[in-house]
C-alpha cells in the first residue's frame, strides 16, 4: 500500500511572553495567541482499514495535550519557560513522539502569518 501523509489540525487560546528578546521587544509583553497546530503523520495504509491512522485516535492523543496548553499561561509550564513557537515546538514533539510513533512534522502557527515547522531531530548514526 502506499505511503501517505495525514494530519490532524487543533487549536487551542494561550497567553505568552517572551524571554529571549530585549525588554524593548513587543513580545516581551505578555499577550495572547490562538494558537494552530497540524500534527503530521507518515506512514502505509493499511489495507483493512484504508487508513494511516484513524483521525479520532490521533485526536484522542494529541487533545490532552493540548489541554494542558489551553487559557493557560505557556510561561508557567514546565519546559515552556521561553514558548517560541520553536520552543513549543520541540516540547510538543517529545510529548507526541512517543505516543505517535508515525509522527512526522509539526507545524505550529501563532499567528495567520506567522508560525514554525519541525520536523524532529536529525537520526543519529
Ligand atoms: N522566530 C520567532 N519569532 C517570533 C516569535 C517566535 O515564536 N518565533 N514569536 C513572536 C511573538 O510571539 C509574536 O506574537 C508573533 O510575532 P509577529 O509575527 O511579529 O506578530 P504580529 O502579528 O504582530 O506580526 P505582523 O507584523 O503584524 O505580521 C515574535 N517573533
Ligand atoms: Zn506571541
Not at 71 to 76: D, F, K, V, Y
Given at each position: 500500500m502506499p505511503e501517505m501523509q495525514i494530519y490532524k489540525t487543533l487549536r487551542f487560546d494561550a497567553a505568552h511572553r517572551l524571554t529571549g528578546v530585549p525588554d524593548t521587544h513587543k513580545c516581551s509583553a505578555m499577550h495572547g495567541h490562538g494558537f494552530e497546530i497540524e500534527v503530521h503523520l507518515k506512514g502505509e495504509v493499511?489495507?483493512?482499514?484504508?487508513?494511516?491512522?484513524?483521525f479520532g485516535d490521533l485526536s484522542k492523543v494529541c487533545t490532552p495535550v493540548l489541554q494542558q496548553l489551553d487559557?493557560?499561561?505557556?510561561?508557567?509550564i514546565e519546559g515552556l519557560e521561553n514558548p517560541t513557537s520553536e520552543n513549543m515546538s520541540v516540547w510538543l514533539w517529545n510529548i507526541l513522539k512517543p505516543q505517535l510513533p508515525l509522527l512526522y512534522q509539526l507545524v505550529i502557527k501563532e499567528t495567520e502569518t506567522s508560525g514554525c515547522i519541525y520536523r524532529g531531530p536529525e537520526p543519529t548514526r
Open positions: 493499511d489495507p483493512q482499514t484504508g487508513f494511516v491512522m484513524d487559557h493557560a499561561i505557556l510561561n508557567e
